[in-house]
């Protein structure tokens, strides 16, 4: 089993920036796919970015290109989410997940993709 537990989250003006973490359970993580999704209220959970189990392929959603970077510290168990130049439009639930193999891929979009989630946290951003 892998818990996953989200951080960072907060109020933060528009052009702002914050860095959220995820911090995982277990000594495997370092095998396990990442990535960030958000849900807005009365909207569909989106993908954000995903991060492949080693580290070294990375994708984003085209709303945060440019934006938001994801990275992983396999030593810490953690995966971060730097947020750059933040909009109104990403007030949002953010949630990390998770997954193991079998790998088809170096990254993953969709939920279903995954098998383990956190909770959750809230950024909301200003006008």
């Known amino acids: 089993q892998v818990q996953l537990v989200e951080s960072g989250g907060g109020l933060v003006q528009a052009g702002g920036s914050l860095r959220l973490s995820c911090a995982a359970s277990g000594r495997t993580f370092s095998t396990y796919a990442m990535g960030w999704f958000r849900q807005a209220p009365g909207k569909e959970r989106e993908f954000v970015a995903a991060?492949?189990?080693?580290?070294?392929?990375?994708y984003y959603a085209d709303s945060v290109k440019g934006r938001f970077t994801i990275s992983r510290d396999n030593a810490k168990n953690t995966v971060y989410l730097q947020m750059n130049s933040l909009k109104p439009e990403d007030t949002a639930v953010y949630s990390c997940a998770a997954r193991g193999g079998p790998y088809y891929s170096y990254y993953y979009t969709g939920s279903r993709d995954y098998e383990y989630w956190g909770q959750g946290t809230q950024v909301t951003v200003s006008s």
């Open positions: 991060i492949s189990w080693s580290g070294g392929s990375t």
